[in-house]
């Protein structure tokens, strides 16, 4: 992962927002971490400036920023469409997006009503024309590859009295019969869904979109906003798929640490947050 100096992150966000408006060159900076791959500059109210930390990312962010623009205003949210092209330096990449107002709603938390609209509208996304700037499915812990590396790498690694119950979730997601495959988001839930009160008004990184089933929203949404909110929104059938997606969630991260070279402590905690999920939860 690369370290991005102060002096270096400044001239990035200069080279980004060169062609806005001399207000939004001039605004406030607030810098935010993004999970661990991303980070955000804030320009006090007019736009967001996102920050790759891998090194030589750059192709990857126009790609997703590509996926991102061809999405129309349509959709009946907002999404950080582009204010600038992706710039780089010293082999890190950023790029200006429009700024979503408000923030995530609490865990557990959000009108069934507004989460199944936003379902709907993900899933209408024809997915056809954005073949090429999609992701594979299950990118995150492995893509095509994800059933060895949890049998091989990650399954291994557990606590012995729940290996087997890990097995079994990781066969059952393997096993899920096939069904129409529709644009997913691919992390529908928590900080990437933005309300303002009652209502959502944005949804932040699509890095996942892939051709996926609505499962796998579905499954995001859940397990943010509350599992028992899920027969509001969508059929038993797809709630049940959900359900298996979801019993492998803790293994994907567990999976994403090891694909990313991610410290050995870091690993560890991955692997006592599956260990312990595993025991309440299967």
């Known amino acids: ?15 980004a927002v060169e062609g806005l408006p001399p207000a939004a060159q001039a605004a406030p900076r607030l810098t935010v971490d993004i999970g661990s791959a991303h980070t955000v500059v804030l320009l006090d109210g007019t736009a967001a400036v996102r920050i790759a930390r891998d090194p030589d990312t750059a192709a990857a962010m126009r790609k ?53 609209d936003l379902l709907n509208s993900v899933s209408s996304i024809a997915a056809e024309p954005l073949e090429g700037l999609l992701a594979e499915p299950l990118a995150f812990c492995g893509g095509s590859d994800w059933y060895r590396i949890q049998c091989e790498e990650v399954l291994p690694r557990l606590d012995q009295d729940v290996q087997g119950r890990a097995a079994d979730a990781v066969a059952a997601l393997a096993n899920l019969e096939p069904v129409r495959d529709v644009f997913a988001h691919g992390d529908l839930g928590g900080h990437n869904v933005f309300w303002e009160g009652n209502r959502i008004v944005g949804v932040l990184d699509w890095d996942l979109a892939s051709r996926s089933d609505r499962s796998t929203d579905l499954a995001c949404i859940g397990v943010w906003n509350g599992w028992d ?45 599956a260990n312990a999920w595993l025991r309440e939860s299967l």
């Open 1 to 15: 992962m690369g370290t991005i100096e102060s002096r270096t992150l400044h001239i990035l966000v200069d080279a």
């Open 64 to 116: 997703r920023q590509q996926l991102v623009d061809s999405i129309p205003d349509s959709i009946g949210f907002l999404l950080p469409w582009s204010l600038g092209p992706v710039v780089e330096l010293e082999g890190f990449s950023a790029v200006a997006t429009r700024l979503i107002p408000g923030g995530p709603c609490p865990a557990g938390e959000g009108d069934p009503g507004q989460l199944q």
């Open 229 to 273: 909110k899920l027969p509001l929104i969508a059929g038993a059938a797809e709630v049940r798929r959900a359900a298996i997606r979801r019993n492998t969630f803790r293994l994907q991260q567990v999976a994403f640490a090891l694909l990313n070279g991610r410290p050995t402590d870091e690993i560890g905690q991955a692997v006592a947050r």
